[in-house]
Structures are given as C-alpha cells and as structure tokens.
C-alpha cells in the first residue's frame, strides 16, 4: 500500500454578466458642499467588495481621493435600479454606470472650476489629491472643494451626474444557438498536484499553481481573496460537497456543517497565483468580474491529478474515498500516468 | 502567495492611474471586523413575529385537504397562511424578464413536487411557538410516484411533474424540448477523424453554504408602505417579484439590503420577502422569514447537478475536428434560473477552444428533487468539468502533454466561435504558458511560440461552409416570438463574411476582430419571421402589478 503523487492541467474561460445581454444597471452621484461625494447605488455587496470597487472607480473617474467617496448601498427608496450582484456582472456592469455618472458630475465641477478660475473648462486637469489646475500650469488652481461649493453656493449648480450600463438584449436562434453572448471573457489555467492513498482511497491536495487572466485587477487584494476562496470552493466541490447523502435514501442528506462536508483549514494546499490583465475593451478601466471563474479550472484538474496519480477516472463529482477505492480496485492496483511530471529544465525564467 | 505578471499585455494598459490598481482598504472593513454592520437579521422590530412553514414530506404528492384548525388554536399563533391568501400565487423567477411560464406557487394548493416544498406558513409570537404549529397541521396526502434523475425523468410514461412542463422539459422558444447549437457537420467529421473519444460528467447538486442563511423582515411603514430588510442579491430583481406576487406597486414597497452574509447565487430565488410582507400585511406587524441551517440545506436551492455526455473526433496532429455535447440540467420541480443558464452554458460551448464542427442539445428537466437555482458560475462550472476532464482524455488519445493539447486547440483572437460570432481579448494561451512555466512543464517549441494575439483569424474565422439542422424536439401547444428585437445585438463582433471559395484573400488575421461586415453569408435556417402576437389574455391578468424589466421572449402557453 502506497500514497502516490499526481498533477492535474484545465484552463478554462468565463463569460462575465448575464450572457443575453438586458441586464441594466445604474448609479447615481453627487458632491456635498465640501466636495466630498456619494455614490447612490442599490448593488448587494455580498462581502466581494461591491462598495469599495465602484468606490474607487468613482474616486479614479471623478480626479479626487478615495477618501472623498463614499458609496451608499443598497436602499430602493434611494439607490437607482441594478440587477443584482450575481453573474460575475456587478464590477462589470455596476463600474461602467458609476463611471458614466462619475463623468458627468466631474464634468460639472469642471465647469464650475473654470468659472472660478476664469478659464476654459477643457484646459483643466485633476490631480487626483483634491485639486484642480491648469494644464501645464499647476499653480492656477482650485481645491476641488472650493469648485463644489462654489457650484453650489453661488453659481447654483448641483455637481451630480446620472449613470447606466445596459448590454442590450441579444436573440437565440432556435436551430443552431446564434447569439451575441456576452461582451468579454476571464481566462485561467491551473496545474494541481495530488496525493492519493491506495488504500483508503483518500485524496490531498498538496499544490495549486494558477493563471487568471481578469481584464484589469483593480483592487489588487480583493481580486486576491477572490481567487484564493474560489479556488478553495473549486477544491472542496471536487472532493468534498454535495446535498446528495453519500448513501442512497434521501433521509440522510446534510442538515448541518457537521456532515455537509467541506475541507477544513489542515486540508488547504498552498496556492501560487499569477495574475495577468488583458484589459477588456468595454470593463471598467478594463475590468471582468474575477468572482465566480477563480473555482472553476480546480474541479477539473483535481479530477485529472487523481487519475495521473493513479490511473482512475473519476467521472462523477464529488471524488470521494469510496469511488477512489473502486476505481483501484476494477483497475486492479494503482496505476501511475505521470504524464505531468516536472522535469529538470523546468523553471527556468 | 500572489504575483501581478505586468509583463503581459503591457501596451494594452495604462498603469499610472491615481486609484484603480490600488490595494485600498474596504469601505466597511471597520463595521465588519467589529461586528457592527447591519445585516438583515440585526433589523428585530418590537413585536416582531415568526413565520414558519409546513412543508412537504413527500417527494411528490397530490394535496387532498390541509386542516389549521389545531394549529390556530396554539399558543402564540397569530394567523396561519395558505395559497389562497398569496393574491398571486404563481411566478416564475424571470417573468422579470419575460423568460418562461409561472410554475412555482409560493405555497402549494393542489399538489407538491419536491421534499420541503411549502403548502403552508404558520405566524406566531416566537419562532418556537411556531415550531409547534406547524407540527399541528394536518395534510391529507396523497402520495404520487416520482422522478429523481433526469434520463428517468425525460422517458415516456414518467410521473409528471410540473404541469405546466408536461414532457418535464422547458420548452425553448416556444418549440423545442431542449436549447440547439448547431455549427458545422460534427457527424461528417467523425467519420473523417483519427481518434474518437467519448465520455459521461456528472456534476453533484451543492449548496451555496453563506453563513447568513437567506431570510427577510418585513413591517408596515407610514403612508400606507411596508419596507423590508432582506439578504437578496438583487434588490430590485426581490422587490419586483415581492409586488408581482402581492399585486402591489413597487412605489409601497421599500427594500433595504446591500450587506449580506456571503450569496454564492443562493440568494436570489426571493422566497423570504413576499412572505414576510404577506405576513406584515396581514398582521400588521413586523414579521420575519428565514431559513433554518437544515432548511438552507435542503429546501433552499442547490447548485442543479448536470450530466454531461461529449464526444470528440480528434485528428491525428491533435486537433479536435469535431465536438458533441447532450446535457441534461436538473433543474428540480420548477424552472427558477436554470432555463437561463442553459443558455449562457450553451453560449459557451465548446470551451475556450476553436473547433469547427460543434453540436449541442441540452435539456432543462424537471424532477422531483429540490428546485435548482444559481450558484458561483451558474451555467459553466458543471459543463467546465465536464469539458476539462474531456480534454485530459483527449490529450491522451492524441499522445500529446495536456498543456500542448490545450494550446494547440486554444481560441485565439479573431477567431468564429461555435455561437457565430469572433473572438477577442483571448488569454487562455498565456495563461497556461505561465503554468506551464511555474508548474516546470516542458512545453513544445510550437507552444511556446504560440500567442493569443496571433495565429487567429483568417482561415479560423470562417463560418462552417454547411452547418447540418433538424427539427428534433419540436414541439406544439407553445408559442413564442423569437427574442426580442428591440436595440439588441448589435453591441458585440459580428460574422465575418468569407467567400467560401478557398482562393479568396483573406484579410489580416490581427485586424478581424474589428471588422463588421457588409452582407453575413450566414442565414439562420428558413424559418419565417414570428408572427406578431395578439396579447394574450391570460398572460396579461396574470402579470397585474408585476414589474417587467425587459422582454426577452414573447413566450406564452397557448
């Protein structure tokens, strides 16, 4: 009896928003007297980071801080319509309507800037730190405080801007499936190494090496705790979860965490991600939604690592124990691939 | 551990931004991390009451009586809802969108079709006085056989069970049993391939497992107005379905949410909030609805499970020539979501590859099973899996590394993909370049070289010369329009018109993406333009004070 190694490859990619397209989402922004902003909106943050993404696409679209903004989620009385937060859809369709709103406001602190300053609005650039000057010429400037306040208290402009993102809807051909499905796509690949004993059957994940591709990382830690919980999602779907009972009357399907299982701290592989951006052409600042593709490449490729560990198809999810022991068992013993092995060249970069 | 390789798709970006790329510390980090930010749950009004439901314990059975007398009379019982108390007791989760017929009633009259479906909901006091009631009520059942899986369930002669469905298929369109793609002649190219590799996926049905279980408290507000705090993942797509279900316009609804304990897509179906306001209607006070942990496993939606059977003709240098897909998605005893996400699942096939001849059925069935709905990667995860553990057969066939098989059959940008339109933005390429690389994966010179931004387009990018259709599956009794023309369609890259004639010079390949054609050569097959549709009398009592965000099919039962 023997614990055996294996490594297993899927790359994937996944279309980001509802792919037919009609799935409109809108925002709302406007500047207190001191210039500092809300943004309306009535998105789910469902912990993924809905309010700081739009907070600082609001912040990067409008030339002030981060600190100048704050995003108030989610009350229908109000915050403007959105679809929801699921499809991948919410950086993605929610960003580009903050960053239509924000242009429009911006547009009107300009202009009440360029009163101020007795210059041409389209002469004047934001410096990203609260002040608004010049082109070329940073010492005729104004806070972007004073250009809000003078909006509105003595030119009597409301320094807001409304915003919407709308794919629009896409027709199905009955007979051959044409469609025009969504607008862009994330990318990833994952190489998954595994230990199977043969004789308990029982498989551990000991390493993940990833690709994700996600248009633009635009909060680098959040697209982290994405793809480092999805991957972990991915991981314990392929051999961990289901509502099924692992015996056949329905009677004893999970009720609780104590027999819905799912992998514990002790079970978790260390994870080498590697992020690339390909900006997508209509993202936020070229942004896809990283949320719900980081699982998919680990199912796959756990189910391809046991079978180069030893020589079992497992065909049917999740890979418990059980099915393992079998597999072996039919095959007659343990019957190593390596068709992944790392050779000695390997590395080098 | 986490690296950020700029060194890809550097001139497509502009990296100097003031605050996009910035690792900015969350909005509400402070509230979380001290336990002060308000989820639903943390809205306990004075007085606030319980809702609970008597649910089914069969899998399928037909009701012949529900008595509540016992259980009005039990201590702490303010008021026991049936049926006929919902003003519109049927939906279905996309009229918002006009997808689909209304299946689903929020509690069953005549007969239920899943374990746990509700045919009653019990007001009371405190949740434990409401725990009692609801073991006070009497069904009189009638048990009916039923189906758990979905081959049994697609059989002649199977137990029935949704009426509205009566093949226990979704009808697509308005006619056929199941959703096509058709691309090219996959029979002609297996017939012409090297290798042929076949295989059978199952995904399982998993729960979405938030640590806030799904719920909502409902009370009335002043003017006449009820507001409801809810964990929905989509406050408008909630309070739409709330005032279609209760027949109330959307201006006396206020919903509040937007902070939620973990969603995974299990918090979209709004089974809590037009209950809880039924119940804050009805009583007026305060009431809340929401699942227990068991009830969050087994009554809430799972993950559907999906089998998958692919076959693959494979020439001999690797490339896959042709692919075939059946899928079945078990969507439980109502459609919910999973209608739609056979068309995104079929909008994505063949995978991130570039095949030329692609062929897919695929079945939306119902069972007797717990009514599937969304979860992270609603529509691909299970046909991914399916797909990926394909492909690692493939490789082995072709007697090609796994990595090199993927590359060489990798889409690339301006490629025509199966759903006749181009590719762009590809990334799949360098993806599994940067694992190879980490991973110490010897990869062939030709993959190495390989490039998403090149190689695609020209010759890959044209239409299938012949794309072989048929009628199966069609179907009568239903009528549908096509989906909606209005403004749709246009937004994305359009088919290329390539002459077929093999001589003809073919345009750049880099430069394709962008192209939009004069004259596509592609024409869907002869099928005459819907009719327009008297409006259908039915359908129109039954959308009364329903809110419609767009029409996506003018789908109606006849």
Redesign the interface.
Known sequence: MAMHRGRGFASINYPIGMNLGGDPSQALVHSNPDGKFTVALSSIDLGQGMKSVTRQIAAETLGIPVADVYVDTADSDTGPHCMGSFASRGTHRVGNAVIQAAQEARAVMLEAAAEELEVDATDLVTDGRGNIHVKGAPSRSITTMAACQAAQFKQGRTVSGRGIFLIPLSEVDPETGEMTPVSCFAHAAMLVEVEVDDETGEVSVLDMQSAYEVGRALNPKLVEQQLVGGAWMGMSHALWETTEPYYPDRSHGPVDFNNYLMPGPGDLAPHHISVLERPAPDGPFGGKGPGEMCANPVLPAVANAVYDAVGVRIDELPITPEKVLRGIRANGGARPKMRLARTQFAGAR | ??????E??AN??DDN????????????ILGHVTGRSPYFDDHLFEGLLHIRCVRSPH?HARIRRIDVSAAEKMPGVVRVLLGKDVPLNLNTLLSL?DFGLDDEPVLSTTKVAY?GEPVAAIIAESEAQARAAVLAVKVDWEVLPHV?DVEDAVKPGAPVVCDVYPSNKFI??G??DH?????GDVEEAFARADHIVE?????????Q?PMETCGAIAAPEVNDRFVCFTS??????S?GTAAKLLTMP?SR?????????????G??DSMHEPLAILGAMLTGRPCKYAWD??EE??VGA?RG?ERWYIKDGIARDGRILARKFTGYFDSGAYTRLSS?AI??G???LP??YTIPNVY?DVFCVYTNR?PAT?M??????GV??A???H???G??MAGL???DF?ILN??RDGDMK????LA?????V???Q?????????LTQASRAATSLLDGGGERARLPSR?A?DQNGIVSGFKGG???????????PQPVALPIAASAPTPASASLASVRPASPT?Q??A?PPPAPQPPAPAADTARHGALR??S?SGFRRR
Do not use: W
């Not at chain 2, 959703?179 to 691309?183: G, T, V």
């Not at chain 2, 929905?232 to 797509?237: E, P």
């Not at chain 2, 762009?424 to 799949?428: I, M, S, V």
């Open positions: 551990m986490i690296e950020f390789r700029k890809f798709f497509e970006r931004l003031n605050e996009i790329g910035k690792p900015t510390r969350r909005q509400d899998h969108l374990k758990l697509y369109h006619k056929f959703q096509k793609l058709r691309y295989g059978r996926y199952q995904m399982s049905p998993i729960e497992a929905t993942q989509g406050l408008f797509f309070l959307s609804l206020h919903f509040v949410g937007g902070t939620v304990g973990g969603g995974f897509g918090k979209v942990r068991e496993m087994q799972p499970a739609y068309i995104k079929v909008g994505h995978g991130p897919a717990t969304a992270r990667g609603f529509g691909i995860t991914d899996f797909i990926e553990a492909m690692d057969k490789a082995e590394n796994p990595i993927r990798s889409y199966a759903h006749r339109r762009k933005n590809c990334a799949l360098e993806c599994c940067v694992v190879a690389e980490k991973g110490g994966v010897v794309t259709t096509n989906y909606a023309k209005k403004g749709g369609g246009a937004s994305g592609y869907p097959a099928t965000f767009s996506l």
